[in-house]
């Protein structure tokens, strides 16, 4: 808890001036936010940039259409 509040005191203290700290920060949660590899539904992991735009696309679609429906 200590290290999570020091450095957000520090963020709020460095993060606003266009330091390497700021900078670092954001190339760190931006590294760490990246989706590299998605599961698919049968346990198998998908790399390739394609199928994961295409799973991910499947997956909103199957939210918002019916079941009966044809796409």
């Avoid at 049968?42 to 940039?49: D, L, S, Y």
């Amino acid at each position: 808890m200590f290290w999570l509040q020091k450095s957000r005191v520090e963020a709020i203290k460095y993060g606003d001036r266009n330091t390497r700290f700021y900078h670092l920060s954001t190339i760190v949660r931006r590294h760490a936010n990246r989706i590299e590899a998605l599961q698919d539904t049968h346990g198998n992991w998908v790399w390739e940039i394609e199928d994961i735009k295409s799973m991910v696309r499947e997956f909103f679609l199957s939210l918002y259409i019916d079941d009966n429906e044809q796409y």
